[in-house]
């Protein structure tokens, strides 16, 4: 008869676990993939952001790419040129204050195609694969905001401006 303790595994070490490569934490050596992806994005403006987890096929083999990072109050990030990319991507922001989390406490120009839309809401928005998007430009932060994007994609960041 086994115990659960029997049947546990065996090593308690991160790095030797199966699936231990699939878990990125913040001190995880993401940044490196972060930082090339930013070189694949020299085309265009890029935002200043507090980026701390990257998920990508570099990090851990065929994974999507998910980017992860804050704006803080008081900052003025820039923008994100307009581009479009083969593939579709969720973005994210999210106002940092639990108890107001409708609130996004920034303003954000975004442009899909020829539409422009100001948002003032923490939102998700769905970009369909080849939709021209951008440029987002975030201005007025009176909150910490979650930013994140999830490109739907197992290969590189790749656009076309
Ligand atoms: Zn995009």
Redo the contacts with the bound molecule.
């Keep these: 008869m086994s115990s659960i303790k029997e049947s546990a595994p065996t090593s308690e070490s991160q790095g030797e676990k199966k699936y231990a490569k699939y878990i990125i934490q913040a001190s995880s050596p993401h940044l490196e993939a972060a930082a090339a992806r930013r070189g694949d994005l020299s085309k265009i403006d890029t935002p200043e952001l507090h980026h701390f987890l990257a998920l990508n096929n570099a990090v851990a083999p065929g994974a999507i790419m998910v980017n992860v990072s804050w704006v803080y109050a008081g900052e003025e990030p820039g923008e994100?040129g307009a581009?479009?990319?083969p593939y579709a991507?969720v973005?994210g922001f999210c106002g940092g204050d639990p108890k107001d989390a409708d609130n996004l406490g920034a303003e954000l120009e975004l442009w899909m195609e020829d539409e422009k839309y100001m948002i003032t809401k923490s939102c998700l928005i769905f970009?369909p694969s080849g939709v021209k998007?951008?440029p987002i430009i975030a201005r007025n932060f009176t909150k910490n905001i979650l930013h994140f994007?999830i490109?739907l994609t197992k290969g590189d960041f790749h656009?076309k401006v």
């Design positions: 994100m581009h479009a990319h991507e973005i970009v998007h951008g994007d490109q656009i």
